[in-house]
């Protein structure tokens, strides 16, 4: 003879069973879906400081000898402001101007002829830098940019003076940085930034021939983001 009422109690308890064991994996299925998406991406504007070494190759011939031959190994500095499109979770586009002062000294010029001291050039250019973010910390970017470049000669002892000159340059970027907070990286950039049409004319001296000035830059860059 069935015992209908313990059959029943036995049905309730597997049916507040099942629901208990439901209810617990829709929970835990859901707690890991949202631990699993990724963090919304987030425009941002920001700010940066950059600084380093540059190296000057090529240029115009002074007195049979090319300009970026004979000029030591420079410093750099510089600032940069910009805006962030964040397009996806692991990558971004930035926008920014740049403004880098690099400085180098002349060498094996004889100081009867020109005392050469420091060349100077300031660039003012404008970037565009794509990033992709392979681990939530660390960014890989490249980028390019165009510009002008106003290049100025400084003399020693009153010697010949050079004309200043305002160029022609564009670049090229590649870097890696680290989010060492969620809102501050820190990274190491390369910038070949080529110049164009650089002369190097003493006043009162005949049009020279026009060369490519090729600046190598190794950079320490710190840039800090604002949401938008």
Known sequence: MINKEK??????KVAVAVAALTASAAGFAGGTDNYAKPAAPQDAYYV??????????????????????????????????????AFAADQAARAEF??????????????????LNRLS????MLNGIYDYSPMQELT????????????????KNGATKFKSETRFAMQLIAGASYNVMPELSLGVNYKFTPVLGTKFQAESAPASKSKVLYNNQIELALNYFIPA
Do not use: C
């Open 48 to 85: 940066g400081l950059h600084g380093g070494f540059n190296i000057a190759k090529g240029g115009p011939e002074l007195s049979g000898k090319k300009v970026g031959n004979n000029l030591k190994t420079g410093m750099g500095l510089g600032l940069n402001v910009g805006y962030k499109f």
């Open 121 to 124: 050039q300031n660039l003012f």
């Open 7 to 12: 059959v029943m109690k036995n049905l309730t």
């Open 98 to 115: 740049e403004y880098t002062y690099l400085g180098n000294k002349w060498k094996g010029f004889p100081r009867d002829e020109f005392a």
């Open 140 to 155: 890989l970017s490249a980028g390019a940019g165009l510009g002008l470049a106003h290049l100025s000669t400084s003399v």
